[in-house]
């Protein structure tokens, strides 16, 4: 099949899915084109910009080459408008009550200097990053890829510090809490519920995220981190952890980062799935960091197609290229492993041999086998999460 | 000699906070359209979030603005009267819907 007669099937086959929405809802490519704003934000370079009260800040996608997002390009995201607008480091202090045999206290120095310091390097993305691929528009931000980034923290397990606290035998859930807070007081807090089974030792509580402090927006000064989850549950600014024994029903765990409850968790437009889960693990993915979208690239140059792939912690095995529209896929290198919940950088190179446009696509695939599905595969749901179909960048050969 | 101890000093002093006096945020002007009801938008969404939650959404029907507007109300505890339920309603399906009322 020549390209021409590609482009023409794909033009029939967009037209029908476009008739079948009224029903179904289709997923395609999410939005890349948006531009960083003119402001630029505490600690931040100029992002993709959504809102300034809460901040909602985009990592341009072509940061996503290297296997670390440097703290002044990665995403923000808060709940809750009202962000304290200083901490005192010297008087902070994390509670840890509820269910435990000793109510605890601890300052920040006692955190960095009482318990065995932990790295590790995680992948921070938000459930409805993406969502701009699917159509009819899914609630909430319209996210292009950049809702996400990958860093090195380093704090204490949250499983020594429970340890300390000492649980009492009927323990079984666990709620944090950070210091946003909301405009009305009975605004519900930003809390999130865990389930004890569900906290390994993986689960820390960092202060340093890339070998510094980390950036005021991305929850200085502690933040929890649940490596392979997304990240609605990575509480910033935590500043308490109760212990209970019943689960608390809560706005923010009972209605919002839920996705239907049935195999290929999707939905129709006009029928909500009634039962619906907790988006928990994330799924295989990669992003194309370089080339973007629209690039002109040489004629017979040797171009390095340059990405990301992770997944939940299962670890990615190997990442595809095809630039021929998928009916062939070449096997990407993979650059050294930082550890199974760290993103995976990858790069393919190649020789555009004829000219004018030309797709770009990657897919993922991880030790369990599962792969990335084509965009349209993957079924609408009406919180837009867990989007992770196969980038198709478009470049034009010259 | 002298370098090298001039750069561990350095790199030591990244790991104090960053955040040593307030914070601020900028503020940001959002292309809002203004209309019959603005005012009430003004004065009910803006207390907890930007214009920018409302203008990234992209068109929707009337349905999907009335869902939210409930949500404000419902889970977030919004203070909203019944009047102000109805004119941001409307002015979010006028100026931000797609025309569809589904």
Redesign the interface.
């Known amino acids: 099949m020549k390209r021409r007669d590609f482009f023409k099937t794909s033009i029939v086959a967009s037209a029908a899915l476009l008739t079948n929405s009224a029903t179904a809802g289709v997923t395609g490519q999410p939005n890349e084109t948006r531009k960083v ?1 003119k ?5 931040k370079r100029t992002l993709i ?8 800040l985009e990592t341009p996608i072509s940061v996503f080459t290297s296997e670390h997002t440097p703290n002044d390009q990665f995403f923000v995201r808060w709940h ?2 009202d ?1 304290p ?3 005192d ?1 010297s008087s902070y202090t994390i509670h840890i009550n509820g269910l435990v045999k000793h109510e605890l206290k601890i300052s920040l120095n006692e955190l960095k200097n009482n318990f065995e310091q932990v790295e590790v390097s995680a992948v921070l993305q938000c459930g409805g990053n993406s969502r701009s691929a699917f159509t009819p ?1 899914a ?1 909430g ?2 996210w292009g890829s950049g809702a996400m980034g990958c860093a090195k923290w380093k704090g204490v397990r949250l499983k020594d510090l429970l340890q300390k606290a000492g649980l009492q035998s009927n323990s079984k859930w666990i709620g944090f809490n950070g210091l946003e807070k ?3 007081f ?3 807090n930003f809390v999130r519920e865990l389930e004890i089974d569900e906290l390994d030792e993986h689960v820390i509580i960092a202060y ?1 995220m890339n ?3 980390l ?2 927006l991305n929850g ?2 502690l933040r929890l981190i649940i490596p392979g989850y997304y990240s609605d549950s990575w509480v910033k600014m935590l500043s308490n952890i109760t212990v209970t024994d019943k689960y608390k029903s809560l ?1 923010f765990m009972d ?1 919002a980062y839920r996705i239907a409850d049935n195999a290929t968790e999707s939905e129709t437009p006009e029928k909500h799935y009634k039962k619906t889960k907790p988006i928990t693990v994330m799924n295989v993915k990669s992003v194309i960091g370089y080339p973007e979208n629209g690039a002109r690239i040489y004629h017979n140059s040797e171009v390095v197609v340059r990405g990301v792939a992770w997944d939940g912690g299962f670890g990615i095995k190997k990442v595809m290229v095809s630039i021929d529209n998928g009916k062939s896929w070449k096997e990407a290198i993979l650059k050294d492993n930082l550890g199974r919940y760290s993103y995976r950088e990858f790069r393919h190179s190649f020789k555009p041999t004829e000219y004018g446009k030309l797709n770009i696509m990657s897919k993922a695939i991880n030790s369990l086998g599962e792969e990335q599905p084509l965009s349209e595969k993957i079924g609408w749901n009406h919180g837009g999460y867990k989007y992770n179909g196969v980038q198709i960048v478009n470049v034009e050969v010259v | 000699m002298k370098k090298i101890i001039l750069l561990s000093v350095l790199a030591f002093s ?6 040593k ?8 002007p959002y292309e809002i359209k203004l209309g019959k009801g603005f005012d009430a938008v003004q004065a009910n969404c803006l ?4 214009f ?2 409302i203008t ?5 029907p009337r349905i ?1 603005w009335r ?2 507007i409930m949500k404000m109300i419902n ?5 909203m009267s019944k009047e102000d339920i109805k004119t941001v309603e409307d002015y979010l399906f006028e100026h931000y819907g797609n025309g569809k009322e589904e």
């Open positions: 704003s402001y630029a934000f505490p600690e910009t959504y809102s300034d009260r809460p901040p909602l809750l408008p962000i607008t200083h901490i480091e528009t609630g931000i319209q909301a405009a009305y009975e605004t519900p340093e070998g510094e402090d950036p005021y200085y000064p706005f209605k | 990244t790991l104090f906070a960053q955040v006096t307030d914070i601020q945020v900028p503020y940001m207390m907890c979030h930007s920018g939650y990234n959404q992209g068109p929707q999907f869902e939210k889970a977030f505890k919004s203070p």
